[in-house]
């Protein structure tokens, strides 16, 4: 896919994908609520320090890499998201704020804090009244996202001092992005989507993952229970390294994801909590952990220490 020239031009092309949304999206907004009251049927977990402390730090890592050349973007950003002349404004501020928050000085921590409120707060503002079309929803759930990690501690060790409305807020964008849809309709038949439909289908997803490890993460530094993400089961797992950031065209996406229907369908995010698993489940792991991402073996990590009960 050839780069458009500016980020309207790039936001318009997404204008006709229609994905389909195959989970419980209330599930999602509500999520806050299982810290105080879980449900009875939900699967607690346990994050353990170990757990604790490799999850925070490579949230913190992300907004980072905003600020720092040759990185990549965070694994939940598409290339192409960021290959036109400008940047998609709420990134653009956002990577402002990470410039201001990676580079604090001692004493002005408050100061950065505030500020990083403050964008949070107009972001989802923004939303609120935004007739965007659901690239523009995903870039400014994005944003937000990264935002919150900005004001996570640099250590289980120190406070967590995080208002819960920022909290509500990210899950209720992040809800009314997985309403306009997770899934193409290709995905869900077996067959290969069109490019356009699969870069804003997988980075949604991709979206939707980090914002429940945030979720975890959060609710373990503030010692209140966590409960498993089940509503995602069903959801297809990252896609391969090659396929996410080493096609730099729509011709070779075609034949890599050619490949990888060849190899069987994609692996779902429920298959990684089988303990133990059978024969079939481990050899489509197996064969999803040779071609995946750091993201994909990060969300891989988690799921096989994490304790479920």
């Known amino acids: ?24 999206v209330e599930r999602v907004k509500t999520r806050w609520l299982e810290a105080f009251a ?8 346990v994050l353990s320090p170990g757990v604790t402390f490799f999850t925070l730090t490579t949230l913190r890592s992300w907004p980072r890499m905003l600020t720092q050349s040759g990185t990549g ?8 998201q960021l290959w036109n002349s400008d940047y998609p404004p709420p990134l653009a501020r956002c990577v402002n704020m990470a410039h201001m928050w990676a580079n604090q000085v001692s ?32 870039v400014t759930l ?20 995080m208002p819960q409305q920022v909290k509500i ?21 077996g067959s290969r989507p069109d490019h356009l439909s699969w870069i804003l289908a997988e980075a949604k997803r991709r979206t939707l993952y980090a914002v429940y490890i945030f979720d975890d993460v959060v609710n373990t530094l503030n010692e209140m229970p966590c409960v498993l993400g089940d509503e995602l089961g069903i959801l297809p797992m990252t896609c391969s390294k090659m396929l996410w950031l080493g096609c730099s065209s ?3 996406w075609e ?14 995010l429920e298959e990684l909590w089988i303990h133990p698993a059978d024969e079939k489940t481990r050899k489509r792991r197996e064969r999803w952990l040779a071609a995946v991402d750091e993201f994909g073996l990060m969300i891989y990590a988690v799921a096989s220490i994490t304790q479920l009960h």
């Open 1 to 24: 896919m050839s780069a458009p020239k500016t980020w309207s031009d790039y936001q318009l092309s997404f204008s006709k994908v229609s994905l389909i949304c195959p989970i419980d």
């Open 38 to 45: 879980p449900d009875l049927e939900r699967r607690p977990k």
């Open 73 to 80: 973007s965070p694994p939940f950003i598409h290339p192409s």
């Open 107 to 138: 004493g002005g921590e408050d100061i950065v804090r505030e500020t990083v409120l403050r964008e949070a707060q107009a972001l989802f503002e923004l939303d609120e009244n935004s007739s965007s079309n659901d690239m523009g929803r995903l």
């Open 142 to 161: 994005q944003a937000y996202l990264l935002l919150c990690l900005m004001l996570l501690p640099s250590s289980p060790d120190e406070p967590m001092n």
């Open 169 to 189: 807020n990210l899950q209720e964008l992040t809800a009314r992005s997985a309403k306009d849809g997770l899934l193409c309709p290709a995905e869900q038949s």
């Open 250 to 252: 729509q011709e070779t």
């Open 255 to 268: 034949e890599q994801y050619n490949a990888n229907l060849a190899a069987g369908r994609h692996l779902r």
